[in-house]
């Protein structure tokens, strides 16, 4: 379990970052002792509108507390959270969660929406992993 914890984490959820779309973000992970290899994620970002899980360019501060859904078919996959380096079990090599949050502030003077989620995954192994 001691190795568990040294589980590396970076925020990589898009392919190629452009500081015109992507405003930022966080990811942080919790292990649950009572389950062997499991880490529940917590992450934040912030996109332009209309980059981001909310309602394309008609987002509003209204769609706050909404689950946004929508997102920018350019990315091509690179907005999902998967394992990048210390994964070998099929259990490791899927997708743990796609870019969907809940939409928690929306500024259309400055061009920007936020939001939030999380997702859990037990690992196959105690690690450690790149998870992105």
Known sequence: MASFLSLAVSLAVIKVVEGSHFM??????KTDPSQANTATFY?????????GPCSSST???????S???NFDSSSNGGNE???H????DANDLVVF???E?????????????MGENEFTHTFASAGPFNVG
Not at 24 to 29: C, E, L, V
Not at 85 to 88: E, L, T
């Open 24 to 29: 930022g973000g966080s990811i942080r992970f």
């Open 43 to 51: 992450w934040k970002a912030s996109w332009r509108i209309g980059r």
């Open 59 to 65: 987002c509003t501060e209204d769609d706050v507390g």
């Open 67 to 69: 689950y946004g859904t």
């Open 81 to 83: 959270f998967k394992c």
């Open 85 to 88: 380096a210390g994964c070998s």
């Open 97 to 99: 969660a796609g870019p």
């Open 101 to 113: 949050y809940w939409i928690t502030a929306v500024n259309t003077v400055d061009d920007y929406e």
